[in-house]
């Protein structure tokens, strides 16, 4: 009785393993024919394509800053200056301020 214990536990898990082989899965499928293997092939060209890098992406550009050509560059540095210098400290007023 003890033989047929291990014997059914041994044939109930090597069931879903056998059932799990690459050659069964693949084999119930219908083949491809070859107008889908040819629209599968151009897939992937088109996909390696898209992913290649583009010319313009490796030109460095020299400024990052779009509106750089309009104003000049000492308004933009002296702007940032006077907008760090030019912060007060808040004071709390109404009902909130303790």
Same mark, same amino acid.
């Given at each position: ?29 219908? =083949? ?11 897939? =992937?060209?088109?996909?390696?394509? *898209? ?10 550009? *020299? *400024? ?7 104003? *000049? ?26």
């Amino acid at each position: 009785m003890k033989v047929f214990r291990i014997v059914a536990v041994i044939a109930l898990l090597t069931g879903p393993a056998y059932a799990q082989t690459p050659e069964l899965i693949h084999s119930f499928g219908p =083949e491809k024919t070859p107008r889908q293997k040819a629209d599968d092939e151009l897939r =992937e060209k088109f996909s390696k394509e *898209s992913q290649a890098p583009k010319p313009e992406a490796n030109v460095k550009k *020299s *400024s990052v800053d779009p509106w750089g050509n309009v104003r *000049s560059g000492d308004a933009a540095k002296t702007s940032a200056s006077k907008t760090a210098t030019s912060a007060k400290p808040r004071t709390k007023t109404g009902a909130g301020a303790n």
